[in-house]
């Protein structure tokens, strides 16, 4: 008896029952989700009526670790955050830092920190390109991808003996000189980046195939993306020409042309070739700073103990995957009070709801690689 | 020798995953024991020389209608209906009819295979040359004698699959509800 | 005697060819397919700018039977919730079912375990169109959602694909007149051609319809790995996997064999009927010889002893298979195994190349999505096939009923199907667009399951 | 060699066994399966009346009951998924509407 009245409550249950609705468990154990996001996708068939993202699975707690160290040892964390462009993330805090305390890098380390910054820019999206790719299924541009990446993480590696979390820069400046040949090695990178580019165009941009795994997918308009404070590619994907770059430069920024590239209809396409139109700016700019890299200090005036005035300060770069904030406070005293961040990644990430419903499964690992997330810096 | 082998090999295959098909509560494995059964008569059609249906069994109906089958039932997610009871005891009369026709048909089968010169049964076959090449022999009869029947079946196959797909199409109406 | 004994001799006496074929087919495809995949690697890592397996044994020669032996004794994992009978059922109908379908395929002229089966093209789709109830059940059987997405993937792959590749193999069919197997190549050898030169839209038809039937990339979708973890296969581990793996492996060689049975003039050498062209039959015992030599070149750069004395093993293998080659050609009563032999390298070498090309672009294409495979599927490839068995036909029947040239015109045909298709194509994808373009996006993704 | 009569006991007792099925199992995609073995069962009959006559008929009749099959298959899991889809049950005995 006890069948028949399970009978009748699976009966009543029309969400067991049916093609209606099911719900599939994306992660965060899965090959495409870069990392540990977790995502409860509802599927109607294989058509995606919405989504849950679930995060914080890599929760490290950055900020309130931030809390507890003083200026300079907060630096090596915030490089783990989003761990395939450290050098982006440090440059943001040693900047927000150096305003707080009112101090300006000298000219040589400013020029450095842009060769690294940009040359950390072409990794990350490297990086983006190879998983994003092979999320779509095409196996060889990610071994192309790495291969270039391996240089630039060579170049790191010679210049500050670390290749992922490099902790490449200091408050202040630069703690390492560049090395000998350095200027050579990222030459010799730049010239022959183009030829790489190159392959990977000739592989995907004109591939039917990727074409039409792309175009018209997760569509985000310049509204929307204004609206979810989606930045980075992302934004400039959708038409909108904002690049803190050229809006609010920082470091070096002002003193070389380059050009921001804009998609038209904001959708994986047109992501895919702003990304690819940014290494090719980012190959650019590298090959302008190091024409001149002033002679000097690489230091600027900052004492053994970072004591900064008490007061708040907020400061933003154009991180590879976005804008990348830092928001801290100080009292005054040799520990950040509090240090807010502005991770681009879990800011874009609020998109993919409204990017993936009415797909498919398929579209949606192909818009959560649109968006470029690292986990890392997602959960923080 | 072989073909006795091969013959009680076959039937005894099917008959047993019949029987199973009949009697399993869970709807793909009766899918499974009937994709068996139908294998095994596509090995006794072979041992009939007759290789074109044969292939054709195992095409359309292992292939094609099974895997539809098999397709459906996953869809519709049988596994609730799991729960119910198998068989409906007021049929129980039904099956007793059929078993003494069954038995009937068998003992007519059975005797009048021992009755000489009554033209029911044939003890020996004609020559299995006769029907080789197979596919050709079936091929000329198919379009020569059977034109007009072989042209029916394809409307009716056709009429099948538009109305299994007008059968199965969700109504506009109904997604959004 | 015993009659039973009798009988069992009796049997064996008429039997003991095709028995021995089928042994040699059981036991040397798995292996075979084992090293399908050491190639694969290979050449991926060729094409990747890296190196490949270079560890088990010289250049990773030994990687498949280090693989095999760690999938033997993996643990076998079988899901609580899994439908036990099933779940153990579904590798073994994969695995048996790729295998025996190599049962009709002409290896060489007499390597054949079903020789005189006049319907020989016809068992072999059939059969091997039974490893896709593997895949289904396998993927019901695992009560995971990724499994049973995989498995309805591959459910509407195989019926589309199918339907496509079953008449691209029509248009072969026509121009041979046959469904036997060695009726097939010989018939290509009476008409001094290649099937694939009368009739190329039906080969290209076919190819990518083999790729979709075997579920390579860029139609892998029912084991998408970044979207489905491994589809059909995800709640599958060790030897039950290697099945599924050894079964997909061996359909390939199934595929490849049937285009080169219908396209590629089978066992045939090229130009099979140009005489001073002789000297090709040499060419079989020559190339393993040399394949001998450059082993024994590398064994001496290898940087370990053991892999030395591999490669050397390799060598002696290479000349033994050579010599086996070469003497019959010396001695006599010999002389009759030698269409066998090279019809086997030449059919082998052919099934190679197809793979190859398999192997090709899964490394240089994207995948595809759900509703774009349905959509080639349904919109170019099968009105092709259509429009191509058509007009091979009409283009036979011109041929027959005048004395026109064969050749000129089923080359007339294949040009007229493939404009009239392109058209049709451009129709329906400028159609197709339009009216993508007039939806809004969010109903962009249409009904995968429609076609 | 075997008699005519062995292939059609085989055949009989198919049919035996697709009647029960068809008549006691409440689930119509099992009933469908039943009817599928009852139309082999007769296959097997018409294969053996063609092979002990020497005429492709009886194949060429083995074909037609094969597409028929295939329409009936086609036709019966549509009206099935159809079924479903409103009232969410595969149970012979719960269609009992004629109309909804």
């Known amino acids: 008896m006890g069948n028949a009245l399970q009978d009748d409550a699976l009966q009543n249950n029309s969400t067991l029952l049916g093609t209606d609705e099911l719900v599939l468990n994306m992660g965060p154990q899965h090959p495409s989700t870069h990392g540990v996001l977790r995502v409860k996708l509802k599927l109607d068939g294989e058509r995606v009526r919405g989504t849950e993202c679930v995060i914080g699975y890599l929760h490290r707690g950055v ?20 761990y395939v462009a450290a050098v982006s993330n440090g440059l943001g805090y040693c900047e927000a830092v150096e305003k707080l305390l009112n101090v300006e890098a000298p000219p040589r380390a400013r020029v450095i920190r842009v060769i690294l910054t940009e040359l950390q820019r072409i990794a990350s999206h490297l990086v983006w390109l190879g998983t994003h790719a092979l999320d779509i299924g095409a196996l060889t541009p990610l071994f192309y991808c790495m291969r270039e990446r391996e240089e630039i993480l060579k170049i790191f ?110 959708d994986t396409y047109d992501r895919y070739m702003v990304r690819i139109e940014e290494m090719r700016q980012s190959r650019l700019i590298c090959l302008q700073a190091i024409e001149k890299i002033p002679e000097g200090a690489i230091m600027g005036k900052v004492g053994k103990v970072i004591k900064p005035p008490a007061g708040e300060v907020y400061h933003s770069i154009e991180a590879p995957k976005g804008i990348l904030g830092y928001y801290i406070v100080s009292d005054a005293s040799t520990q950040p009070y509090r240090v807010r961040i502005r991770p681009p990644s879990f800011i874009n990430l609020q998109a993919l709801d409204k990017m993936v419903r009415g797909h498919l499964v398929a579209d949606v690992v192909a818009i959560i690689g649109t968006l470029d997330i690292v986990l890392g810096e997602v959960d923080r | 020798m072989l073909d ?72 519709v997610r049988l596994d609730v209906a799991l729960h119910h009871i198998r068989f409906r005891m007021k049929n129980l009369v039904v099956t007793l009819v059929i078993a003494v026709l069954g038995a009937e048909a068998g003992a007519i089968i059975y005797y009048a295979r021992k009755l000489p010169g009554q033209g029911l049964f044939i003890e020996k076959m004609a020559p299995a040359q006769n029907l080789a090449p197979n596919s050709e022999k079936l091929a000329q009869s198919l379009f020569s004698n059977y034109l007009l029947p072989f042209e029916i079946a394809s409307v009716l196959l056709l009429v099948a699959m538009v109305g299994a797909v007008v059968m199965a199409k969700n109504k506009k109406g109904t997604e959004d509800s | 005697m015993n009659p039973t004994l009798h009988a069992v001799l009796d049997f064996l006496q008429t039997w003991w060819a095709e028995l021995t074929c089928g042994v040699v087919i059981v036991a040397v495809v798995p292996l075979v397919a084992g090293y399908l995949v050491l190639m694969e690697r290979k050449l991926m890592a060729d094409m990747q700018a890296r190196l490949g397996p270079m560890r088990v044994g010289p250049h990773g020669l030994l990687q498949p039977i280090a693989d095999a032996v760690k999938l033997l004794i993996k643990e076998d994992i079988i899901p609580g919730e899994s439908d036990k009978l099933i779940f153990w059922l579904a590798p073994v109908i994969s695995m048996t079912a790729a295998l025996t379908s190599m049962g009709a395929i002409a290896f060489g002229p007499s390597f054949q375990v079903a020789r005189d089966i006049n319907i020989g093209i016809l068992f072999v789709l059939g059969v091997s169109s039974l490893g896709f109830l593997g895949i289904i059940l396998g993927g019901w059987a695992s009560n995971s959602h990724y499994s049973i997405i995989g498995a309805l993937r591959s459910t509407a792959q195989l019926v589309s694909y199918e339907t496509a590749g079953g008449l691209a193999i029509i248009s072969g069919l026509l121009l041979s007149g046959t469904l ?33 039937e075997t579920n390579r990339a860029p139609f892998d ?82 940087p370990v002893k053991i892999q030395t004395q591999f490669m050397w093993g390799v060598a002696l293998a290479c000349f033994a298979v050579a010599l086996i080659y070469a003497v019959p050609w010396f001695v006599g009563p010999l002389k009759f195994v030698i269409p066998g032999l090279n019809g086997a390298f030449w059919f082998l070498l052919k099934v190679a190349a197809y793979i190859y090309v398999f192997m090709w672009v899964r490394f240089t294409l994207p995948r595809y999505r759900f509703d774009q495979l349905m959509h080639l599927g349904w919109y170019i490839l099968i009105p092709l096939a259509i429009v191509n068995v058509f007009a091979v036909g009409v283009a036979m029947l011109i041929a027959a009923n005048t004395n026109w040239n064969h050749a000129v015109v089923l080359l007339l045909a294949t040009i007229v199907t493939t404009i009239a298709t392109l058209v049709c194509a451009v129709f329906l994808v400028s159609w197709h667009d339009r009216r993508t373009e007039s939806a809004s996006t969010a109903s962009l993704a249409r009904d995968s399951y429609a076609g | 060699m075997m008699s005519p009569a062995h292939y059609l006991f085989l055949s009989l007792a198919l049919f035996l066994i697709g009647c029960v099925g068809v008549v006691t199992r409440r689930n119509v995609i099992v009933v469908l399966m039943s009817i599928e073995l009852i139309l082999n069962a007769v296959n097997i009959n018409l294969v053996l009346f063609s092979r002990i006559f020497g ?37 012979a005995d719960e269609m009992d509407l004629l109309k909804w």
């Open chain 1, 63 to 82: 900020e309130k670790i931030a809390e507890n160290r003083t200026y300079q040892q907060v630096a090596p964390y915030v490089d783990r955050m989003d």
């Open chain 1, 157 to 266: 590696e010679k210049y500050c003996g670390a290749r992922l979390t490099t902790h490449a820069f200091r408050i202040g400046g630069l703690q390492y000189e560049s090395y000998d040949g350095f200027e050579k090695d990222v030459e010799r990178f730049c010239l022959d980046f183009e030829r790489r580019i190159q392959e990977y165009v000739d592989l995907l941009t004109g591939n039917s195939i990727w074409i039409g795994r792309t175009r018209n997918v997760g569509v985000l308009n310049a509204a929307d993306c204004i609206a979810l404070g989606a930045s980075g590619p992302i934004l400039r994907a959708a038409g909108v020409k904002w690049d803190l770059r050229k809006a609010q430069p920082y470091a070096a920024y002002d003193q070389y042309k380059f050009e921001i590239p804009v998609g038209t209809n904001g």
């Open chain 2, 4 to 75: 006795s082998v091969l013959f009680y090999f076959f039937a005894g295959v099917a008959v047993i995953s019949a029987a199973l098909m009949v009697t399993r509560r869970n709807a793909i494995h009766s899918a499974v024991f009937l994709i068996t059964t139908l294998l095994a008569t596509a090995g006794i059609f072979l041992q009939l020389r007759a290789e074109f249906l044969f292939i054709a069994q195992i095409i359309i109906y292992v292939g094609g209608i099974m895997v539809l089958f098999i397709f459906v039932i996953m869809l």
């Open chain 3, 180 to 212: 036997s197997i060695s009726g097939i190549v010989t018939a290509q050898q009476t008409q001094r051609v290649w099937f694939i030169f009368l009739a190329p839209v039906g080969f290209f038809i076919y190819l990518v319809a083999s790729i979709a």
């Open chain 3, 221 to 302: 979708l029912p084991e998408a790995e970044s979207e489905l973890v491994a589809g059909y296969m995800t709640e599958y581990s060790g030897f039950r996997w290697a099945l599924y793996f050894l079964g997909e492996y061996a359909n390939m060689i199934v595929v490849g064999s049937v285009a080169t049975t219908l396209f590629l003039g089978g066992w045939l050498r090229p130009f099979p009927n140009v005489r001073w062209l002789n000297w090709l039959d040499v060419l079989p015992a020559l190339i393993i010889a040399l394949i001998g030599v450059y082993s024994v070149y590398r064994a001496g750069k290898q």
């Open chain 4, 55 to 91: 005429d492709a008929a009886g194949q060429v009749f083995a074909l037609f009951i094969i597409a028929d099959a295939a329409a009936e298959a086609a036709v019966g899991l549509g009206i099935i998924i159809a079924f479903f889809r409103n009232r969410e049950t595969v149970l």
